[in-house]
C-alpha cells in the first residue's frame, strides 16, 4: 500500500513538473515573438529606413495573413473540397526608378492589351503614367477580375513582375476560393464557406472548422487608396499554418447512385424534399447522405439536411420499435399471438384509427401486424400489454437509443421529441399514438441507427462521417467506431424481428422491393404531415428503413420523401410505391458494386441463354473475359457483343461501326450507346436504366434521315 501510495505522488509530481516546462516553453515562445515584432518595428529597415519609420509616413500596419484552409477528402481520398489561391494583379506605379519605368512601360502596356483585354495598349499606358505622376494615388489594379495560380505563373515573367518585391512594383494580392470537384453531390453534407469570415458555417465545414481553418499569419502592409492592404517587404513576423485535412467516410460513387435514384423519384412525384443515408452495419460508417429539395421549375437541390435536422413524425417505420418493446416485455411467440383487426376502422377512445388495406386483415398474427404493418393491430397488442405500465413502454425506448440524439460528430443534429409522462402534451391517448409513430418527432439518422442496431444483432452503433484528422500526411486523430457494449434487447428478440423485417418484404412489397439475387429487410412508413397542429389527410411523409444482404448485413439504407403527390391514391398512402423503390435502385447499384457481398458467380449465371448480356468497347470486353475465364472476344471491331449460350461459356460477335449506318446498340451500357450516337450526329434521349434493349431507329441505314434516337434501357 505504501508503495502505491509512494508511486501515485511521484506521478503527481512529474505531472506538475511536465506542465511547469510546458508553461515555460509557452512563455518563452511569446517573448520570442515579441522580441521579433521590436525588432521588425525599430531595426529591420525598408529602403534605409526603419519599419517604424517608413510607418509613419507610409501608412504601415501590421496584418494577418490567411492560412490554407485544410482539405476535405472522401473513403478512397479523392477530393471533396480545396483551397484554390486566386490573384488580383496590381501595380505601385511609384516604386520602379525612373530608368526601369521608362524602358519596360511599352513591354507591359502590350502585354496587358494582348492578356487582360479590358483596354487598350495605349489606354493601359495612359492610365498607368496618371498614377504614376498622381500626388495622391499610386496603387492600380491591372485586371478587374481575378486570376489563377497558372496565369500568375506567366505574369511573374512580365516587366516590373520579375525584379523583387522592393523593386519592381508588380505585386499579387492572395485570396482563396473554396472549391468541390463533386459539386453539387453531397453539397449540403460537405457543406459551405462563408464569404465574409472564411469560416465554415455548415455541414463538415463548420463541424471541423476549427481543425480545416489553420493558423493565419501576421505580415506588414501598406494602405493604399480604397482601403487595399498591400504587402510589403518579407518581414513576417510569424508564418502561416495550413489547416489540417480531414478524410470522411462517404464515398462519391455511393452518394451519385443514392441521388440519382432520389431526383428522379422526387421528380417523378414532385415531392416537395426528399433524403437517403447509407450506412455499414459494423462501423456506422456513412457511405453516402443525399438531401434534395425542390426550388422551383422541378429543379431539386442539396439545401437543408434532413438527414440530421429534418425531423417529423416516423410513422410506421417507429411499428418496430414497439414490437421490440411487447416482444422483450412479453417473450410472446409472435407467430401464435393473435389479433382481431376487423374491418380495416376501429373507434378508438373518441378517434377512428384505420388501416391502409381497404376491408383490413381480420385476424392476424403478431408478426403479420408488422408484415402488414396494421395500424388497428399494433395499437391492439399495445393496450393488451402496456396500458397499465406505460413506463415500463417508455423505458424500452430509452435502451432502444431512441430517446436521444446519435451524437454523430456533426453540428446541427436535431434531437428526438419523445414524450414521457411528465410532458405537459402526454394524454392518456399518447401510448396508443407512440405505437405507430405518431405524437413524437425523429429525424432519418435517428431511426436508421435503430435499424442499423437490428441489424447488427442488436448492437448500437453511433453514426460517423470522418474517419481522420490529419496534419500532412500525420494522423493527428484517427475516429473508431462506438459500438455500445450491450446489445439494446435479446437475442431471441433480434432473431424475430429480423423474420418479421424480411417477411414484410417477402410478403407486403414483393413488387417493389424484392430481388432475385439478395434479400433485403425493412419496413415502410406513412406518416400524415402534422401542419398547424393537424395531421392533414393527403399530406404524407413517407419512408423506408431496412437493411441488406438480409443474411449478412452490410449496408443500412434509409429513404424519405415528402409530401409526394400523384393522382393515383396509391402513391399518395403506401410508402411502399414511394420511398421503397429508391430504396432498392441504390440497393441494387450498391451490390453490382460491391463485390464482397454478391454470391459466387457460379450460383446466379444460368445454364443457358440466348439473351444478349454484354455488349460494348472490344478491349473493355476482353477485361471482363479474361477476369470471368470465358471465351475470348475477337479483335476484329472497335465493339462486340456477347450471349451467354452454356454455363461459364460465351459466344461473341464483334459489331462493325460504319459512320453511314446506324449500329445494332442492344445490350450496350448508356455509356457506349451514347458515345457512338452523338459521335454520329445524333440527339440521343432514354428511358429507363441499364442495358439498351430497344432502339427506335433500327441497325442498318438511315434512310429516314431523322437525327434523333430513343433508346428504351433495362
Given at each position: 500500500?505504501?508503495?502505491?501510495?509512494?508511486?501515485?505522488?511521484?506521478?503527481?509530481?512529474?505531472?506538475?513538473?511536465r506542465?511547469?516546462?510546458?508553461g515555460?516553453?509557452?512563455?518563452?515562445?511569446?517573448?520570442?515573438?515579441?522580441?521579433?515584432?521590436?525588432?521588425?518595428?525599430?531595426?529591420?529597415?525598408?529602403?534605409?529606413?526603419?519599419?517604424?519609420?517608413?510607418?509613419?509616413?507610409?501608412?504601415?500596419?501590421?496584418?494577418?495573413?490567411?492560412?490554407?484552409?485544410?482539405?476535405?477528402?472522401?473513403?478512397?481520398?479523392?477530393?471533396?473540397?480545396?483551397?484554390?489561391?486566386?490573384?488580383?494583379?496590381?501595380?505601385?506605379?511609384?516604386?520602379?526608378d525612373?530608368?526601369?519605368?521608362?524602358k519596360?512601360?511599352?513591354?507591359?502596356?502590350?502585354?496587358?492589351?494582348?492578356n487582360?483585354?479590358?483596354?487598350?495598349a495605349?489606354?493601359?499606358?495612359?492610365?498607368?503614367?496618371?498614377?504614376?505622376?498622381?500626388?495622391?494615388?499610386?496603387?492600380?489594379?491591372?485586371?478587374?477580375?481575378?486570376?489563377?495560380?497558372?496565369?500568375?505563373?506567366?505574369?511573374?515573367?512580365?516587366?516590373?513582375?520579375?525584379?523583387?518585391?522592393?523593386?519592381?512594383?508588380?505585386?499579387?494580392?492572395?485570396?482563396?476560393?473554396?472549391?468541390?470537384?463533386?459539386?453539387?453531390?453531397?453539397?449540403?453534407?460537405?457543406?459551405?464557406?462563408?464569404?465574409?469570415?472564411?469560416?465554415?458555417?455548415?455541414?463538415?465545414?463548420?463541424?471541423?472548422d476549427?481543425?480545416?481553418?489553420?493558423?493565419?499569419?501576421?505580415?506588414?502592409?501598406?494602405?493604399?487608396?480604397?482601403?487595399?492592404?498591400i504587402?510589403?517587404?518579407?518581414?513576417?513576423?510569424?508564418?502561416?499554418?495550413?489547416?489540417?485535412?480531414?478524410?470522411?467516410?462517404?464515398?462519391?460513387?455511393?452518394?451519385?447512385?443514392?441521388?440519382?435514384?432520389?431526383?428522379?423519384?422526387l421528380?417523378?412525384?414532385?415531392?416537395?424534399?426528399?433524403?437517403?443515408?447509407?450506412?455499414?452495419?459494423?462501423?456506422?460508417?456513412?457511405k453516402?447522405?443525399?438531401?434534395?429539395?425542390?426550388?422551383?421549375?422541378?429543379?431539386?437541390?442539396?439545401?437543408?439536411?434532413?438527414?440530421?435536422?429534418?425531423?417529423?413524425?416516423?410513422?410506421?417505420?417507429?411499428?418496430?420499435?414497439?414490437?421490440?418493446?411487447?416482444?422483450?416485455?412479453?417473450k410472446?411467440?409472435?407467430?401464435?399471438?393473435?389479433?382481431n383487426?376487423?374491418?380495416?376502422?376501429?373507434?378508438?377512445?373518441?378517434?377512428?384509427?384505420?388501416?391502409?388495406?381497404?376491408?383490413?386483415?381480420?385476424?392476424?398474427?403478431a408478426?403479420?401486424?408488422?408484415?402488414?404493418?396494421?395500424?388497428?393491430?399494433?395499437?391492439?397488442?399495445?393496450?393488451?400489454?402496456?396500458?397499465?405500465?406505460?413506463?415500463?413502454?417508455?423505458?424500452?425506448?430509452?435502451?432502444?437509443?431512441?430517446?436521444?440524439?446519435?451524437?454523430?460528430?456533426?453540428?446541427?443534429?436535431?434531437?428526438?421529441?419523445?414524450?414521457?409522462?411528465?410532458?405537459?402534451?402526454?394524454?392518456?391517448?399518447s401510448?396508443?399514438?407512440?405505437?405507430?409513430?405518431?405524437?413524437?418527432?425523429?429525424?432519418?439518422?435517428?431511426?436508421?441507427?435503430?435499424?442499423?442496431?437490428?441489424?447488427?444483432?442488436?448492437?448500437?452503433?453511433?453514426?460517423?462521417?470522418?474517419?481522420?484528422?490529419?496534419n500532412?500526411?500525420?494522423?493527428?486523430?484517427?475516429?473508431?467506431?462506438?459500438?455500445?457494449?450491450k446489445?439494446?434487447?435479446?437475442?431471441?428478440?433480434?432473431?424475430?424481428?429480423?423474420?418479421?423485417?424480411?417477411?414484410?418484404?417477402?410478403?407486403?412489397?414483393?413488387?417493389?422491393?424484392?430481388?432475385?439475387?439478395?434479400?433485403?429487410?425493412?419496413?415502410?412508413?406513412?406518416?400524415?404531415?402534422?401542419?398547424?397542429g393537424?395531421?392533414?389527410?393527403?399530406?404524407?411523409?413517407?419512408?423506408?428503413?431496412?437493411?441488406?444482404?438480409?443474411?449478412?448485413?452490410?449496408?443500412?439504407?434509409?429513404?424519405?420523401?415528402?409530401?409526394?403527390?400523384?393522382?393515383?391514391?396509391?402513391?399518395?398512402?403506401?410508402?411502399?410505391?414511394?420511398?421503397?423503390?429508391?430504396?432498392?435502385?441504390?440497393?441494387?447499384?450498391?451490390?453490382?458494386?460491391?463485390?464482397?457481398i454478391?454470391?459466387?458467380?457460379?450460383?446466379?449465371?444460368?445454364?443457358?441463354?440466348?439473351?444478349?448480356?454484354?455488349?460494348?468497347?472490344?478491349?473493355?470486353?476482353?477485361?471482363?473475359?479474361?477476369?470471368?475465364?470465358?471465351?475470348?472476344?475477337p479483335e476484329?471491331?472497335?465493339?462486340?457483343?456477347?450471349?451467354l449460350?452454356?454455363?461459364?461459356k460465351?459466344?461473341?460477335?464483334?459489331?462493325?461501326?460504319?459512320?453511314?449506318?446506324?449500329?445494332?446498340?442492344?445490350?450496350?451500357?448508356?455509356?457506349?450507346?451514347?458515345?457512338?450516337?452523338e459521335?454520329?450526329?445524333?440527339?440521343?434521349?432514354?428511358?429507363?436504366?441499364?442495358?439498351?434493349?430497344?432502339q427506335?431507329?433500327?441497325?442498318?441505314?438511315?434512310?429516314?434521315?431523322?437525327k434523333?434516337?430513343?433508346?428504351?434501357?433495362?
Amino acid at each position: 500500500m505504501r508503495n502505491d501510495i509512494e508511486s501515485g505522488q511521484n506521478n503527481k509530481k512529474a505531472l506538475i513538473n511536465r506542465a511547469r516546462t510546458v508553461g515555460w516553453l509557452l512563455f518563452l515562445l511569446a517573448v520570442l515573438v515579441f522580441a521579433k515584432l521590436i525588432r521588425v518595428q525599430y531595426y529591420d529597415t525598408f529602403k534605409g529606413k526603419t519599419w517604424a519609420e517608413y510607418s509613419l509616413k507610409n501608412d504601415l500596419k501590421l496584418d494577418t495573413i490567411p492560412a490554407m484552409r485544410g482539405n476535405i477528402y472522401s473513403s478512397d481520398n479523392s477530393l471533396l473540397a480545396t483551397s484554390l489561391p486566386y490573384y488580383y494583379v496590381g501595380f505601385d506605379t511609384k516604386v520602379p526608378d525612373s530608368a526601369y519605368f521608362n524602358k519596360n512601360l511599352d513591354k507591359l502596356s502590350a502585354l496587358l492589351a494582348k492578356n487582360f483585354g479590358e483596354n487598350t495598349a495605349d489606354g493601359y499606358r495612359s492610365k498607368i503614367l496618371r498614377y504614376r505622376n498622381s500626388k495622391t494615388k499610386r496603387y492600380l489594379r491591372l485586371k478587374s477580375r481575378q486570376i489563377t495560380h497558372l496565369e500568375r505563373e506567366k505574369i511573374k515573367e512580365w516587366p516590373f513582375f520579375t525584379k523583387d518585391r522592393k523593386g519592381g512594383g508588380g505585386k499579387f494580392e492572395t485570396i482563396y476560393k473554396r472549391y468541390k470537384p463533386f459539386s453539387p453531390l453531397a453539397d449540403r453534407t460537405i457543406g459551405g464557406i462563408d464569404p465574409k469570415s472564411g469560416r465554415g458555417y455548415i455541414g463538415i465545414e463548420a463541424s471541423f472548422d476549427k481543425e480545416l481553418e489553420g493558423k493565419s499569419g501576421i505580415e506588414w502592409v501598406e494602405m493604399v487608396e480604397g482601403g487595399v492592404k498591400i504587402p510589403v517587404g518579407d518581414a513576417l513576423n510569424v508564418q502561416p499554418e495550413a489547416g489540417k485535412n480531414i478524410y470522411t467516410t462517404l464515398d462519391m460513387s455511393y452518394q451519385d447512385m443514392a441521388e440519382i435514384a432520389l431526383r428522379r423519384k422526387l421528380t417523378e412525384m414532385q415531392a416537395d424534399f426528399g433524403s437517403v443515408v447509407v450506412m455499414e452495419v459494423a462501423t456506422g460508417e456513412i457511405k453516402a447522405m443525399a438531401n434534395l429539395t425542390k426550388r422551383g421549375n422541378d429543379k431539386y437541390e442539396e439545401v437543408f439536411n434532413y438527414a440530421l435536422a429534418g425531423s417529423n413524425d416516423p410513422g410506421s417505420t417507429f411499428k418496430l420499435a414497439t414490437m421490440m418493446a411487447l416482444l422483450e416485455e412479453t417473450k410472446m411467440n409472435p407467430d401464435q399471438v393473435t389479433v382481431n383487426t376487423g374491418t380495416g376502422a376501429m373507434r378508438f377512445r373518441n378517434h377512428t384509427i384505420k388501416d391502409a388495406h381497404r376491408g383490413g386483415f381480420g385476424t392476424i398474427t403478431a408478426s403479420q401486424v408488422l408484415e402488414k404493418s396494421s395500424n388497428i393491430g399494433i395499437v391492439l397488442l399495445m393496450q393488451r400489454y402496456f396500458a397499465t405500465k406505460p413506463d415500463s413502454y417508455l423505458n424500452y425506448l430509452k435502451r432502444f437509443h431512441l430517446t436521444v440524439p446519435t451524437g454523430i460528430r456533426m453540428k446541427g443534429e436535431k434531437p428526438p421529441l419523445i414524450r414521457d409522462r411528465s410532458s405537459k402534451h402526454w394524454s392518456n391517448y399518447s401510448l396508443y399514438f407512440m405505437a405507430h409513430g405518431y405524437e413524437m418527432q425523429m429525424t432519418p439518422l435517428q431511426t436508421l441507427a435503430f435499424y442499423n442496431a437490428v441489424a447488427n444483432d442488436g448492437y448500437w452503433v453511433r453514426p460517423m462521417i470522418v474517419r481522420e484528422i490529419r496534419n500532412a500526411e500525420d494522423v493527428e486523430d484517427k475516429m473508431i467506431p462506438y459500438v455500445e457494449e450491450k446489445p439494446i434487447c435479446s437475442p431471441e428478440t433480434i432473431r424475430k424481428v429480423k423474420k418479421m423485417l424480411e417477411g414484410v418484404v417477402e410478403n407486403s412489397l414483393t413488387k417493389t422491393v424484392k430481388n432475385d439475387l439478395y434479400r433485403i429487410a425493412g419496413k415502410t412508413g406513412t406518416a400524415r404531415k402534422l401542419i398547424n397542429g393537424v395531421y392533414t389527410e393527403g399530406k404524407n411523409y413517407t419512408s423506408f428503413a431496412g437493411y441488406f444482404p438480409a443474411d449478412k448485413p452490410k449496408y443500412s439504407c434509409i429513404v424519405i420523401i415528402d409530401n409526394p403527390k400523384s393522382s393515383g391514391a396509391d402513391y399518395t398512402r403506401y410508402a411502399g410505391s414511394v420511398a421503397a423503390p429508391v430504396f432498392k435502385e441504390v440497393a441494387d447499384r450498391i451490390y453490382a458494386y460491391d463485390v464482397s457481398i454478391q454470391k459466387p458467380l457460379k450460383d446466379s449465371v444460368p445454364e443457358v441463354s440466348q439473351d444478349v448480356k454484354w455488349a460494348g468497347k472490344t478491349s473493355d470486353l476482353q477485361i471482363i473475359s479474361k477476369e470471368l475465364k470465358l471465351t475470348p472476344v475477337p479483335e476484329d471491331e472497335e465493339y462486340a457483343a456477347g450471349s451467354l449460350f452454356k454455363k461459364g461459356k460465351t459466344k461473341w460477335q464483334s459489331r462493325s461501326i460504319d459512320a453511314r449506318d446506324i449500329p445494332n446498340l442492344q445490350g450496350m451500357p448508356m455509356r457506349d450507346a451514347l458515345y457512338i450516337m452523338e459521335n454520329k450526329g445524333f440527339t440521343v434521349t432514354f428511358r429507363g436504366s441499364g442495358k439498351v434493349v430497344e432502339q427506335s431507329l433500327p441497325p442498318g441505314s438511315n434512310r429516314s434521315g431523322i437525327k434523333t434516337i430513343l433508346l428504351t434501357l433495362q
